[in-house]
């Protein structure tokens, strides 16, 4: 199973940016997509960007034009910059990995947007 690790969350004023990682067990190129999750307190849990294997990307509405997901495929990691924060983007964050049969989440980094 690929193993996935997040970091870089904090407590961001609004209007801030922030970087999280997510760092892959295995080589990008061997899993269908990288994606990123979010999910505040009393809601679903909503797909915020994915990548896939080939670089394509997409977003969910609420972070367009905001976020940008990207891999780095010597490090095997995918990151997720998000600019123009806002309070409705706290969350907790979660990576996942798309891999048949090895798929998997990440433990979630914390993200909170406050002043």
């Known amino acids: 199973q690929v193993q996935v690790v997040e970091s870089g969350g904090g407590l961001v004023q609004p209007g801030g940016s922030l970087r999280l990682s997510c760092a892959a067990s295995?080589?990008?190129?061997?899993?269908?997509?990288m994606a990123w999750y979010r999910q505040a307190p009393g809601k679903q849990r909503e797909l915020v960007a994915r990548i896939t294997n080939g670089g394509f990307t997409n977003y969910g509405d609420s972070v367009k034009g905001r976020f940008t997901i990207s891999s780095d495929v010597v490090k095997n990691t995918v990151y997720l910059q998000m600019n123009s924060l806002k309070a409705e983007d706290t969350a907790v964050y979660y990576c996942y990995a798309d891999a048949p049969g090895r798929s998997a989440w990440g433990q979630g980094t914390q993200v909170t947007i406050s002043s």
């Open positions: 295995a080589n990008l190129f061997s899993i269908n997509a």
